[in-house]
């Protein structure tokens, strides 16, 4: 896979694997419709959105395999999700079909089992959707897509459902849920790499010591190791924000604030 193409490659997660997934050899192809930045020999930028195929289609030319990052991150109004989320999406998988890649990587969210309560942790993998917004709905979405264009058109597709990634954890909550930008970086190195990983839905988080709220099985069947810990940060974020009252609904389900009435 001598090169890779990163769609979404200006956002929080795409800049935090650029830096970690470069290895001799290999060309990281950033794709995005904010600007990026590079001056790196082993990075090629295309300005573009996964909205349009056309673009999607020139973006996947010789290309390995594809990370697929790029949507809205976050709740939206239901044109706005049907458009980036689910519409580019599809042009994702469908340009890497045209362009006979063989393995595409779909960044898929907890929020596409957001109601799974509290009393359900550890989610398994491939636990049945409950999403907890549109944007949930999006993921699931995505999901299926990469599920049909793998047992249709034998492309291997590894949909990960990302917890909380961000430098550091940001809330109480995220001592449970967050996944390092390192240990993201060794989870899609391994999505990577794998041999033969056929179609696989599985979570993103780091080693926490708070966790335990998703199954981290195939994940580490694939060869992801976490090493990090949000609890290094215990102490000062704690001391900040205070310790949530039990019960406390953001805990109620996986899916957090996003479950929440408002």
């Known amino acids: 896979m001598s090169t890779i193409l990163i769609t ?7 800049t935090m694997l650029r830096p970690r997934l470069a290895q001799p050899g290999r060309v990281l192809r950033l794709l ?3 600007p990026i930045q590079s001056s790196r020999a082993d990075e090629e930028i295309v300005a573009g959105s996964v909205t349009d195929l056309s673009v999607m289609m020139k973006a996947c030319e010789g290309v390995g395999a594809v990370i697929h990052l790029g949507g809205i991150s976050t709740e939206a109004q239901w044109n706005q999700i049907l458009a980036v989320n689910i519409n580019g999406t599809y042009n994702a998988f469908e340009a890497a079909r045209q362009a006979g890649v063989r393995r595409v990587i779909y960044a898929s ?5 957001g109601f799974a309560p509290r009393e359900s942790f550890p989610v398994p993998d491939y636990a049945f959707p ?11 979405t995505g999901e299926a897509i990469a599920a049909m264009y793998h047992h249709r058109y034998g492309i291997d597709a590894i949909s990960i459902r990302i917890l909380s990634c961000y430098e550091t954890p ?3 909550r995220m001592l449970s ?8 970086g060794r989870l899609f190195e391994a999505c990577l790499t794998t041999p033969s990983p056929g179609c696989r839905v599985i979570y993103g988080v780091s080693a926490n010591t708070r966790g335990g709220w998703v199954s981290l099985n195939e994940a580490q069947s694939l060869g992801y190791k976490p090493i990090d810990d949000a609890e290094a ?9 205070g310790t949530p009252a039990s019960d406390d609904p953001v805990f109620r389900f996986l899916g957090g604030e996003f479950t929440l009435p408002a």
Do not use: C, M
């Open 130 to 140: 409950v999403p907890d917004t549109y944007y949930g709905v999006s993921k699931v």
């Open 8 to 14: 979404g490659a200006a956002g929080r997660i795409g």
């Open 170 to 172: 940001q809330t109480a």
């Open 177 to 184: 849920t967050w996944l390092s930008p390192d240990d993201a």
């Open 109 to 113: 969210s907890n929020h596409a089992v």
């Open 233 to 241: 940060y215990a102490t000062e974020l704690l001391a900040a924000q």
């Open 32 to 34: 995005d419709v904010a």
